[in-house]
């Protein structure tokens, strides 16, 4: 049976998870932030063990691949079952997401569309991947968490859920907009700094210790710009620039021309 992690009134957000290994979240959905939601009630998160669903006396949920070759796939039947259950718990209406290298690549873009999704269902695979005929009858879209390749599909599963639940109203407090967050605004976040002004003999920049918020303000835009430009090339590449991040970003062209002439 799913392991009920907390059921509640205000739930706007519930995630059921399909996973062998539904031990390794334990700790994930205690802690931080999504801990945090959880236990307010906001978001609802539920697990499901495919080999709770296998038909077989020797309850297996993998065999050889058809054809050949290394490895073992998954079978249809278990993971089909488990999200038969879940839906059967939760309502036929669930989103269902593959975590695989072959899916679209999550965006923060994405996050914030799946929002409008009430319920969706997370399914981690193992080993080679899923029988095909699987993910064509019970999932509705693949989604991948980067072009590298992993052991199973439970750490892309906890970084979809971290990713959204930090955008549920109401799990991240009010006073820290999620607004300001890298790739929000299509930019990268400008530097932070925190006590000492000297650690290890560096200086914080003096302007942060101003006390003057309109120029911090520019000097941060610009850092914004500046590394963004330096560092992701392919995201300052769509960005739009206001008229004043044209300005900000001409200044920052200036002050790095200017430093490398000086060295
Ligand atoms: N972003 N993995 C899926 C099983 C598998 C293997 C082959 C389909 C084809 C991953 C990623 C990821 C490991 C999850 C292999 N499924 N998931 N799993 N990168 O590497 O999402």
């Known amino acids: 049976m799913g392991a009920r992690v907390l059921s509640g009134r205000r739930m706007s957000h519930w995630i059921g998870i399909i996973s062998l290994f539904p031990e390794i979240f334990g700790p994930f959905l205690n802690a931080g932030v999504l801990g945090r939601g959880i236990k307010k009630g906001i978001i609802g998160v539920d697990l499901w063990n495919p080999r709770d669903y296998t038909d077989e006396p020797r309850r297996s949920v993998d065999d050889k691949p058809y054809g050949g070759g ?46 409008d999704k009430e319920r969706i269902i997370l ?30 599909g439970e750490v892309p599963a906890m970084a979809f859920l971290d990713g959204l639940s930090r955008l549920v109203p109401g799990v991240v407090g009010d006073d820290i907009s999620v607004e300001n967050d890298s790739f929000s605004n299509g930019l990268l976040e400008y530097p932070q700094y925190t006590r000492p002004t000297i650690w290890d003999g560096k200086p914080v920049p003096d302007i942060l210790t101003t006390g003057d918020h309109k120029k911090i303000d520019e000097w941060r835009k610009t850092q914004a710009l500046g590394r963004s430009f330096e560092r992701r090339p392919d995201l300052f590449g769509n960005k739009r620039l206001t008229e004043e991040e044209k300005r900000l970003f001409e200044k920052y062209l200036e002050i790095s021309k200017q430093e490398r002439t000086d060295r």
Do not use: W
């Open 123 to 152: 399914v981690s695979g193992r080993y080679e991947g899923v029988d095909e005929r699987l993910i064509e009858s019970s999932v509705d879209e693949e989604i991948s968490m980067g072009d590298y390749v992993l052991s199973g």
């Open 70 to 115: 290394p490895g073992m796939v998954l079978k249809a039947q278990p993971l089909g079952d488990a999200i038969k259950a879940a839906k059967s718990d939760k309502g036929e209406d669930c989103h269902v997401i593959y975590l695989s290298p072959q899916g679209r690549q999550l965006t923060q873009n994405m996050l914030h569309q799946f929002l």
